[in-house]
Structure formats: structure tokens, C-alpha cells
């Protein structure tokens, strides 16, 4: 029994759909789908204790299952979180440029200073 909810577009180009479902007995899953083809289903099951086990069952031999921790650092670092940003202007990073040398222009100054000041009030000139 599939509930009436509007998909949820997964990946880059959002060609990929997850589905929520709920069966007649109340178990609810997430059916992947890419245009009428249903790639892969996700759902729990009683596991040990209060923690349920999630199984995910691949529906098609294009389903890469990944078990280790790198497939969330992967997600994230594709800039998954908040929407796709903008390229930045050239005038801007050109703006950041000049401050940043300046910044650096003036730490080399003030270091200059406050070391002639010490050495010269320790008459070690």
C-alpha cells in the first residue's frame, strides 16, 4: 500500500526518487526509484534490543553497497549540505586577496616594531 506522499529527489541529478511506503500491517520503507525502474528498498527489522537493523535490499545490479565509513565522508565532502553555492566573483576574491596581504603586510610591521623596541630597550642592538 503506497502512501500518497510526494518523492524525495536523491543524487546529483535528482533523477533518483525515493518513495515513502507503508504496508497494511503498518511497516513503513523507502522504495528508490529512477523513472518506472525500482532500484533498491529500505526498511528495519526487530534487532537486539531498543535499536532497530536497517536492511537495505538492492533491486538491480547497479546498487552499490558501501560498508564502511568513507560513504558518509564521500557524501559530505560532494557538498551535500545546503544548496549548491554559487562561483565566486573574481572582484571578490580579488578584495580577498589585497586584505589578506595586507593583514600580512601588517603583522610583518607590528613584528618588526614591538622586536626593535624589545632588543633596543635590552641594548641588544
Known amino acids: 500500500m503506497d502512501d500518497e506522499r510526494a518523492p524525495i529527489p536523491i543524487g546529483v541529478t535528482g533523477r533518483l526518487k525515493a518513495l515513502p511506503l507503508t504496508n497494511a500491517v503498518g511497516n513503513h520503507a523507502v522504495l ?18 531498543e535499536r532497530e537493523r536497517l536492511v537495505v535490499v538492492p533491486l538491480d545490479d547497479d546498487v552499490e553497497l ?25 572582484w571578490a576574491s580579488a578584495i580577498g586577496f589585497i586584505l589578506l596581504i595586507a593583514l600580512v603586510g601588517f603583522a610583518v610591521l607590528g613584528s618588526l616594531t614591538f622586536f626593535g623596541w624589545l632588543f633596543g630597550g635590552l641594548g641588544w642592538q
Open 32 to 49: 528508490v526509484r529512477q523513472e518506472e525502474a525500482s532500484r533498491a528498498l529500505l526498511t528495519g527489522e526487530k534487532g537486539s534490543g
Open 66 to 90: 558501501r560498508i564502511d565509513g568513507d560513504a558518509l565522508a564521500i557524501w559530505l565532502t560532494q557538498g551535500s549540505i545546503g544548496p549548491p553555492q554559487a562561483a565566486v566573483p573574481a
